[in-house]
């Protein structure tokens, strides 16, 4: 009994030790697995990993996994400080997993050496330990995709050319995220009003790359730049989704929930001309829903580390300083500056719809209705009180 203990205890051993040793036969596979999209805002942009087979390893290194039930995530999230860490699974229960959620899963078999094959397993090896494993995420330049491309170059040497796909055509950052994402849904609503202009530019086949499918697409006719031989020996569909995606119900999509808001807010403009009196309670939320949108904003470009916050021209109609113009909203004669702050409020509106039109910034389709019940919101506030005569 003991000998067998003891003998299990040693296999054991062997079997931990040689998991963890870079030392792979010569006939090891190492690939890129790509995962198609999910149906959730955290998994719309899919996925990618390294995928390590030999023998009896077969494993998966990613660098998508972050801390969710932390106390300070949803902080370190605002804060743009939110560390996602590599990590390590059987490839079985990686795919059974996505082939669960019914979502595509792509293999891209590198055309390696050996050397290079054990450089690479090295550095996942290394990369995966407690004190190396975290890093600073950035959606667009520091993601589970980019890592793909940038540890593949590192273990490299950069010896890699990437050819140009064929299906790629000058977009911005924006219209990259917005190809993902419905424009009629709520996260679809939060991004475009989160991320300022500075996602507003092209984006180069490079940059392109934080995207999982555009890594699928880059690493496709990649070469080695020295022997111009494809990076790539096979690419393989592991899985293909079975049944589409359900789309969210249209009645509780963002744009039919703003346009009855909308009709409401205009139809009690409309009664209020008819009446000629003004709702308080109803610019008192107006005034407050927007003044805090826009210290949001604010706080967004100024307060964190994004570096897709900057320059956000939803401040146009998202202005702090309304909530400070509560106050007068509320008061039976403001003072006198209150209808030129009103007049500013519509002024900018139309510099939005004018960076809109030009491109300088893109905005959420879904807010068409709210912003139109607010400019006529602020035309009828200007002549109510341009007719009760402000002191």
């Not at 789309?247 to 009664?271: D, G, R």
């Amino acid at each position: 009994m003991k000998k067998t203990t003891l003998l299990f205890f040693l296999f054991f051993s062997f079997l931990v030790s040689n998991a963890q040793n870079p030392n792979l036969k010569p006939e090891a596979v190492v690939s890129i697995i790509t995962v198609g999209p999910g149906n959730s805002l955290n998994d719309a942009f899919g996925h990618n990993a390294f995928r390590i087979r030999t023998g009896y390893i077969d494993v998966v290194y990613d660098y998508g996994r972050y801390p969710f039930n932390d106390p300070n995530f949803i902080l370190n999230f605002a804060r743009g400080k939110l560390k996602y860490s590599q990590g390590r699974e059987p490839f079985h229960s990686f795919l059974n997993r996505y082939v669960r959620y019914d979502r595509t899963l792509k293999e891209q078999v590198l055309d390696l050496s050996y050397d290079q094959k054990r450089a690479l397993y090295s550095f996942l090896i290394e990369n995966n330990k407690p004190e190396n494993k975290e890093y600073l995420y950035d959606f667009f330049y520091d993601n589970c995709a980019t890592k793909m491309r940038d540890v593949s170059e590192q273990v490299l040497h950069g010896n890699i050319a990437y050819k140009t796909p064929d299906t790629y055509k000058s977009e911005t950052f924006r219209e990259l995220i917005n190809n993902n994402l419905s424009w009629n849904s709520w996260g679809s609503l939060g991004i475009n009003v989160a991320l300022g202009s500075v996602i507003d530019r092209a984006a180069t086949p490079r940059e392109y790359m934080f995207l999982p499918e555009f890594i699928f697409q880059s690493f496709e006719g990649a070469s080695f730049k020295d022997s111009g031989k494809s990076l790539i020996k096979s690419s393989t569909i592991l899985y293909n989704q079975k049944v589409p995606f359900e789309a969210a119900s249209f009645l509780l999509s963002p744009f039919f929930i703003f346009s009855l808001i909308s009709i409401f807010i205009i139809y009690i403009t409309y009664s209020n001309i008819k009446k000629g009196k003004r709702s308080v309670w109803l610019d008192v939320s107006l005034f407050a829903l927007t003044g805090s949108i826009g210290v949001f904003i604010l706080l967004l470009w100024f307060a964190t580390d994004h570096t897709a916050t900057a320059h956000n021209y939803n401040l146009l109609w998202g202005f702090p300083l309304s909530l400070f113009a509560i106050i007068q909203v509320i008061k039976k004669q403001p003072k006198t500056w209150f209808k030129g702050y009103l007049k500013l409020l519509i002024i900018m509106l139309c510099l939005m719809t004018m960076h809109w039109i030009i491109g300088v910034q893109r905005f959420a389709l879904a807010l068409i209705p709210l912003l139109i019940a607010f400019l006529v919101r602020y035309v009828y506030l200007v002549r109510f009180y341009k007719s009760h005569a402000i002191k």
